[in-house]
């Protein structure tokens, strides 16, 4: 990738700050950390995408995929978890969801309350 983006002529600003980034001591090891921790990443948002997918599978997927990146290390892991943390708190259905789907699951015993039976596909 090194050899592709240092025989592009320099001429354009994504180019130049390319070549500059491949000067930085650590970009060998960001990109390690890239390919390592978040690869399964867009395998994950495919498999999101995929309509039918059972609720319990697309949920389990979703907790999965944020253990994964618990396990993502140093400030680069902080940084992840703090976004993915804002993300998910700030979508309130999520929870409900989840709720409702430990209910259908037989783990929960009642549903959320904003919820009722009624409002249940048979």
Same mark, same amino acid.
């Given at each position: 990738?090194?050899?592709?983006?240092? &025989?592009?002529?320099?001429?354009?600003?994504?180019?130049?700050?390319?070549?500059?980034?491949?000067?930085? !001591?650590?970009? /060998? #090891?960001?990109?390690?950390?890239?390919?390592?921790? /978040?690869?399964?990443?867009?395998?994950?948002?495919?498999?999101?995408? +995929?309509?039918?997918?059972?609720?319990?599978?697309?949920? #389990?997927? $979703?907790?999965?995929?944020?253990?994964?990146?618990?396990?993502?290390?140093?400030? +680069?892991? =902080?940084?992840?978890? &703090?976004? *993915?943390?804002?993300? *998910?708190?700030?979508?309130?259905?999520?929870?409900? $969801?989840?709720?409702?789907?430990? /209910?259908?699951?037989?783990? #929960? #015993?009642?549903?959320? =309350? !904003?919820?009722? =039976?009624?409002?249940?596909?048979?």
């Amino acid at each position: 990738m090194k050899d592709v983006v240092t &025989s592009i002529d320099g001429r354009t600003a994504c180019v130049r700050e390319a070549k500059c980034a491949f000067e930085c !001591e650590t970009v /060998y #090891q960001d990109i390690n950390i890239i390919h390592v921790h /978040y690869l399964s990443l867009s395998k994950a948002i495919k498999d999101l995408e +995929t309509c039918g997918a059972p609720l319990h599978k697309s949920l #389990q997927l $979703i907790d999965n995929t944020i253990s994964s990146l618990n396990a993502v290390p140093g400030e +680069t892991g =902080e940084k992840t978890i &703090s976004k *993915l943390s804002a993300v *998910l708190d700030s979508n309130p259905g999520l929870k409900k $969801i989840q709720s409702i789907n430990e /209910y259908i699951s037989g783990i #929960q #015993q009642s549903l959320p =309350e !904003e919820c009722s =039976e009624q409002s249940l596909p048979v």
